[in-house]
């Protein structure tokens, strides 16, 4: 049972504390939140305008006391832009993690405006949003080279899979540093009363132990672990109650919430949601 005091500690961001306090300073606490900025610009995209700015939406973030940042840059180039990296780069002061497909172009990006963190997701052409985790196994070879030069460039390499034990076996045998748990099935269970009652609330307990078990399998191993997708103020508690999850990467719900009582407040909202569910561990 953690103790009031660490609890007090956990709420404080590294925009609060300064940078370089160690990692694992945090990680025995709260899990750590890095909030997803894409629908900032998916905002700005839709009228190929210079608002809202993400940079600014960046900046908003880190002061409500989000860990680091968190954009998706996709081949289609559906919401964030390869300038809004850059700029971000260089502005990002906490920590700046980028998902992206294993490919060539991503790679060669990734190499040249060094975030601290790259997560390999699956990128289907047609997808509304990422469709589930990267299957590992069946793209062995490219991701276990991709991994290796994200390594050798000085980056986190982190892989988005589902909380299967044979993806995460394969994400450690590739050398990936963590795994990012896939949330969606999760997430989807919670939707409206379906995990209140019968057939919804076995589902969504089936699937809180799968990330459970998956979890534990990950730390296992020696693998930071990590989670998010479809994750929101009323579904995070249980799953910020798995004390090896110590980040986790959110977005829409945010962005969302965010229209109603700005950005800081729906930062500051998540943080609490996630530090409520921490306490029921
Ligand atoms: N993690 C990964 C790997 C994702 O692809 C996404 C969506 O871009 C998220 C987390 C955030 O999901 P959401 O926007 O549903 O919070």
């Given at each position: 049972m953690r103790?009031?005091?660490?609890?007090?500690?956990?709420?404080?961001?590294?925009?609060?504390?300064g940078i370089g306090i160690p990692e694992d300073?945090?990680?025995?606490?709260?899990?750590?939140?890095?909030?997803?900025?894409?629908?900032?610009?998916?905002?700005?995209?839709?009228?190929?305008?210079?608002?809202?700015?993400?940079?600014?939406?960046?900046?908003?973030?880190?002061?409500?006391?989000?860990?680091?940042?968190?954009?998706?840059?996709r081949g289609d180039r559906r919401?964030?832009?390869?300038?809004?990296?850059?700029?971000?780069?260089?502005?990002?002061?906490?920590?700046?993690?980028v998902e992206m497909?294993?490919?060539?172009?991503?790679?060669?990006?990734?190499?040249h405006t060094k975030p601290?963190?790259?997560?390999?997701?699956?990128?289907k052409a047609d997808e509304i949003t990422t469709e589930g985790g990267l299957d590992v196994k069946a793209n062995i070879s490219i991701v276990r080279a991709t991994v290796a030069r994200i390594r050798q460039g000085g980056i986190l390499a982190s892989l988005f899979i589902d909380p299967d034990p044979l993806q995460i076996e394969v994400?450690?045998?590739?050398?990936?540093?963590?795994?990012?748990?896939?949330?969606?099935?999760?997430?989807e269970t919670t939707l409206g009363a379906r995990a209140i009652?019968?057939?919804?609330?076995?589902k969504a307990s089936q699937e809180l132990?799968?990330?459970?078990?998956?979890?534990?399998?990950?730390?296992?191993?020696?693998?930071?672990?990590?989670?998010?997708?479809?994750?929101?103020?009323?579904?995070?508690?249980?799953v910020a109650a798995i004390s090896e999850i110590t980040e986790f990467n959110i977005g829409h719900n945010i962005v969302s919430r965010a229209i109603f009582v700005g950005l800081e407040g729906a930062v500051a909202e998540m943080r609490t949601a996630i530090r409520q569910g921490a306490i029921c561990k």
């Open positions: 103790s009031g005091n660490d609890l007090v500690l956990a709420s404080d961001g590294p925009s609060q504390l300073y945090y990680s025995p606490m709260t899990a750590r939140l890095n909030v997803n900025i894409d629908h900032v610009a998916t905002v700005r995209q839709a009228r190929r305008a210079p608002e809202p700015s993400v940079v600014a939406a960046a900046m908003a973030c880190e002061q409500a006391g989000a860990y680091g940042i968190t954009i998706h840059l919401h964030i832009q390869d300038l809004d990296l850059q700029v971000l780069r260089q502005s990002v002061a906490t920590y700046l993690n497909a294993a490919t060539e172009e991503m790679l060669g990006i990734a190499l601290d963190a790259v997560t390999l997701v699956a990128e994400a450690r045998e590739v050398g990936a540093q963590q795994v990012e748990l896939c949330t969606a099935a999760y997430a009652h019968g057939e919804g609330s076995v132990r799968r990330l459970r078990d998956g979890a534990a399998l990950a730390k296992q191993y020696g693998l930071h672990v990590a989670a998010g997708h479809g994750l929101t103020y009323r579904n995070v508690g249980p």
